[in-house]
Nanobody, 122 residues
Framework: QMQLVESGGGLVQAGGSLRLSCAAS????????MGWFRQAPGKEREFVAT????????DYADSVKGRFTISRDVAKNTVYLQMNSLESEDTAVYYC???????????????WGQGTQVTVSS
């Protein structure tokens, strides 16, 4: 089981930027794809972005394409989510996920972080 700890959330004005970090421990971080998901109040958790184990391939939800960038630093066992041009609709709790796999229109993951709150004021 991989332990994941997110950081970097906070309050930002619309149009601003934040960088989320997810520190991993417990298993071989470099062997797994990693991902970010988010859950807004009253909504289901949704996919945001994934990155493969080498960092050579990424995928994004349409709603964040061109604004968010996922990356990973294997030496630091950390995955990042750079969020630019933030909108009020991006307000949510953001969760880091280890080994996300698409399954039946959703995702199955091996581990979740505890989440970090991102609030975008308009």
């Amino acid at each position: 089981q991989m332990q994941l700890v997110e950081s970097g959330g906070g309050l930002v004005q619309a149009g601003g930027s934040l960088r989320l970090s997810c520190a991993a421990s417990g298993r071989t971080f470099s062997a797994y794809p990693m991902g970010w998901f988010r859950q807004a109040p009253g909504k289901e958790r949704e996919f945001v972005a994934t990155i493969n184990w080498t960092g050579s391939s990424t995928d994004y939800a349409d709603s964040v394409k061109g604004r968010f960038t996922i990356s990973r630093d294997v030496a630091k066992n950390t995955v990042y989510l750079q969020m630019n041009s933030l909108e009020s609709e991006d307000t949510a709790v953001y969760y880091c996920a280890a080994n996300p796999r698409p399954r039946g229109g959703s995702y199955v993951v091996s581990s979740w972080g505890q989440g970090t709150q991102v609030t975008v004021s308009s």
